[in-house]
């Protein structure tokens, strides 16, 4: 049981150019998030999914998009990527959105660098 | 609107001292609360939620609704605790479903 996995790692972009991060979850949860941690600021929620076909908007999505590719896998957009976008961010997941309290499991991080 | 503060980015103690990392919450409707942990270049981890009522790794966290906190105490410090800890609150999106909103963590260094 991996849990919540991404990928990469790091990176780093120039200033204009596109990637994807991917997330899964071996959890068969129905909910999966999209945080990014920025020094000073916590963690801000980007774009969520209540469950496997659905997207919403979060507190901070301006510059990203997302597609819930299916039960497992969510994934993070960066169509032209600003150094405003330096962060960590983490990918999460949790059994249900609508009945809470309900705990979110995290992924390890990807560390974005945009120059 | 739904805001979580922690009002102390560093807090730095002496192993075997008491910790007390503080919460305060604004939230219209009922509060549910947690603590997250997260250790040294590890994930996010949750510690505990006030409907457990429970006491992990020697912490407790009480919701006081009069006063909108939810602290978080331990009688004595260990070097292991040292790590960022973030306060959360569930709260409903205008969708209808729940998320959590993060406070900006506080970092504990426990010094032999």
């Known amino acids: 049981n991996a849990g919540v996995t991404q990928t990469p790692k790091f990176q780093v972009l120039k200033t204009g150019q596109s990637m994807t991060l991917q997330c899964a979850q071996d959890?068969?949860?129905?909910?999966m998030y999209w945080y990014r941690q920025d020094p000073g600021m916590g963690l801000r929620l980007i774009y969520y999914?209540?469950?496997?076909?659905?997207?919403d908007k979060g507190e901070v999505p301006n510059g990203y998009n997302v597609s819930r590719l299916n039960k497992r896998e969510f994934s993070l957009r960066l169509e032209s990527a600003a150094p405003s976008q330096t962060s960590v961010y983490f990918c999460?997941?949790?059994?249900?959105?609508?009945?809470?309290?309900?705990?979110?499991?995290f992924g390890p991080g990807t560390r974005l660098t945009v120059t | 609107a739904q805001r979580v503060t922690q009002p102390e980015k560093l807090l730095s103690v002496f192993k075997g001292a008491p910790v007390e990392l503080k919460c305060n919450y604004s939230?219209?409707?009922?509060?549910?609360l947690f603590w997250y942990v997260q250790y040294s270049r590890q994930r996010l981890q949750l510690l505990l939620r006030?409907?457990s009522r429970e006491s992990i790794k020697g912490f407790t966290a009480d919701l006081n609704k009069g006063e909108t906190s939810f602290h978080l105490k331990k009688p004595f410090a260990q070097e292991e605790d040292s790590a960022m800890y973030y306060c959360?609150?569930?709260?409903?999106?205008?969708?209808?479903?729940?998320?959590?909103?993060f406070g900006k963590g506080t970092m504990l260094l426990v010094s032999p």
């Open positions: 939230y219209s409707g009922s509060p549910e």
């Open positions: 959890m068969n949860h129905n909910s």
């Open positions: 006030h409907i």
């Open positions: 999914s209540a469950s496997e076909g659905t997207t």
């Open positions: 999460a997941s949790s059994p249900i959105i609508l009945q809470g309290p309900n705990e979110q499991y």
């Open positions: 959360a609150l569930i709260y409903s999106l205008i969708s209808g479903y729940s998320t959590l909103t």
